[in-house]
């Protein structure tokens, strides 16, 4: 079993392996309700805190985070469910108040 740091070594060569920063053009059809899932596993992801974060989310570089981020954006706006999101988080802060 791989150690932490070994781990960590394994993901950083295979996101430094050539092509890996080539932009790849992808045409998908996705459900809306697809579309609010992944933007909510993305956003989950990315918000977690340091020490929760997987080996490979801990060694993504800043601009890569961002990058994922607009993403995520991007698809909720070509959806048309910016304002279903926004709602639904509404709902799901409001009960974290509560707990």
Do not use: F, Q, W
């Amino acid at each position: 079993m791989l150690t932490t740091n070994e781990l960590a070594k394994v993901y950083d060569t295979i996101l430094s392996a050539p092509g890996m920063t080539e932009a790849v053009k992808i045409d998908m059809k996705l459900s809306r309700k697809n579309i609010l899932l992944l933007h909510y596993v993305i956003k989950r992801g990315l918000s977690l805190k340091d020490d929760d974060k997987a080996n490979l989310l801990g060694g993504i570089p800043e601009e890569s985070i961002k990058e994922l981020d607009a993403i995520a954006d991007e698809y909720l706006t070509k959806s048309g469910l910016n304002e279903l999101s926004s709602k639904l988080s509404g709902l799901s802060s409001g009960n974290s108040a509560k707990a």
